[in-house]
């Protein structure tokens, strides 16, 4: 099984990072943090330290100065789970599901999951099923199912479903077979452009601009940890989308947040004016929804040469299932992982990973593989395209190998991460306590400067370089 040390390399040189800048990483801690069978402690704490050493990187390529970069493996799991330990005024999160979202029993003895926490993805299920939104009828109304008619049918809808597979259905599959011949992120050339200069600024990313169009997790988390190393972070929402608020604040610190209607030309021309000041385009929308309107990574590009345009997507931008709307926990069920969690427990059915890891490690992907093509853009020119997706993520953690016993490791409970991890600062909320970024840097320190705010609380500008 590889070393953590080993893992870290194979992600930061296949991005093209220099080795010798791995003599500068300490990674902290022992596997297992987490009851699973699976590697996610070493998931987070690498995905977390590649992003952090792309950080230290940067700034020694504006200043000329080296540091040390580490992570505690029980900080980074923390971090992986940053909406579980979050308080609001001393709180703690509400139900993180709807009502009707979860596992469900087919009348082929299969199973499925249903991810309901946004109205129209309810109403889809809800139809598709004609029955209403409460939990012991749509059982019923699956009853009459057979489990993947049901997935196709769901997703034909509008909704967004699972049929649990085992690892080797999934392996199966033209998607899970599309995706054996990608790497774990891709960074591509997709124009020509002068190299942008570093501008002025006392942290890495001080200066940067950054257009963040993403909501849950993974892509809020990319934007969360560039803000975190300084950049200037503009999360633009809308006010008619639907949003889970507890994930809002966990991921809104350290970014300005506006709203933009983007389905009106007035936006549409917001949103190229932000765009031609901006150094990275961050994205998380359905495939080709971005495109529809105007702003394909080939149309960025043209706005403003020299773009480094992120694109996350649930399942991979090749293969049948390249616009297949997803989340986490789906990914977790329809690739294996549920049924594999789920026969290492000896259970009858699925079993959750005990973290949104495919979501939070590919988050830190995505800043990762963003700061790497923006160090590409100012040493070489041209414009840049990213690509990460949930299910590649899931791909490569299960390549890293299973653990033996793992799943007997106890849990980590709430106070022993708090007394640890937890820093508090104002918000636009009430008072926070929130889990610090775990990547611990020697010189540039990381810090949210700015507090975490309701959706839609600041105009549509960038803040006035220093």
């Given amino acids: 099984m590889q070393s953590p040390a080993d893992i870290l390399k194979d992600i930061w040189t296949s991005a093209g990072g220099d080795a010798p800048a791995l003599e500068r990483v300490r990674l902290g801690g022992e596997e297992p943090?987490?009851?699973?069978?699976?590697?996610?402690?070493?998931?987070?704490?690498?995905?977390?330290?590649a992003a952090g050493l792309a950080a230290a990187e940067i700034w020694r390529l504006r200043s000329g100065q080296t540091q040390d970069v580490s992570v505690d493996i029980r900080h980074a799991v923390a971090e992986c789970r940053?909406?579980?330990?979050?308080?609001?005024?001393?709180k703690p999160p509400p139900p993180a599901w709807d009502a009707i979202a979860g596992v469900y029993r087919t009348a082929d003895n299969r199973f499925v999951r249903c991810h309901t926490n946004f109205p129209h993805h309810r109403d889809a299920v809800c139809k598709v099923l004609a029955c209403e939104a409460e939990r012991d009828k749509v059982q019923a109304a699956l009853m009459q199912w057979n489990g993947e008619d049901f997935e196709t049918a769901a997703y034909a809808a509008g909704g967004v479903v699972a049929l649990m597979r085992s690892y080797d259905e999934w392996s199966a599959l033209p998607q899970a077979r599309a995706l054996a011949e990608l790497p774990l992120l891709s960074i591509e050339k997709i124009g020509e452009a002068p190299p942008k200069p570093w501008p002025q600024g006392d942290r890495p990313l001080a200066g940067l601009r950054?257009?963040?169009?993403?909501?849950?997790?993974?892509?809020?988390?990319?934007g969360r940890t560039l803000a975190a190393h300084g950049a200037d972070v503009l999360l633009v929402s809308g006010p008619e989308l639907p949003a889970i608020p507890w994930l809002t604040i966990d991921t809104g610190r350290g970014k300005l947040t506006t709203f933009i209607a983007l389905k009106s030309e007035t936006g549409r021309a917001q949103l190229?004016?932000?765009?031609?000041?901006?150094d990275i385009f961050s994205q998380g929308y359905r495939p080709r929804a971005l495109a529809a309107l105007g702003f394909a990574p080939e149309d960025a590009a043209q706005i403003n040469p020299g773009i480094v345009y992120v694109t996350l997507?649930?399942?991979?931008h090749a293969g049948p299932w390249a616009e297949r709307r997803g989340f986490d926990s789906l990914v977790q069920t329809t690739t294996g992982f549920n049924h594999a969690e789920g026969r290492a427990a000896g259970l009858d059915g699925p079993k959750e990973l005990p973290a949104q890891m495919l979501d939070h490690a590919t988050g830190y992907l995505m800043a990762f593989g963003a700061m790497m093509a923006k160090a590409r853009q100012a040493r070489e020119g041209g414009s840049w395209h990213v690509r990460v997706s949930l299910a590649q993520t899931g791909r490569w953690l299960w390549n890293l190998g299973r653990l033996d016993g793992g799943l007997n490791t106890p849990d980590l409970t709430g106070e022993a991460v708090h007394a640890a991890f937890i820093e508090s600062m104002p918000s636009g909320f009430g008072m926070l306590k929130v889990v610090r970024h775990s990547a611990m840097l020697s010189k540039t320190p990381a810090q949210w400067s700015c507090p975490a705010m309701p959706l839609g609380s600041h105009p549509a500008q960038w803040p006035a370089r220093s």
């Fill in 272 to 278: 190229r004016e932000l765009l031609r000041d901006a």
């Fill in 82 to 90: 940053s909406e579980r330990y979050l308080r609001l005024d001393d």
């Fill in 210 to 222: 950054v257009l963040d169009l993403s909501r849950v997790i993974a892509g809020p988390v990319a």
């Fill in 33 to 49: 943090q987490l009851p699973s069978s699976f590697r996610v402690a070493i998931a987070g704490q690498t995905t977390i330290v």
């Fill in 313 to 316: 997507s649930a399942y991979g």
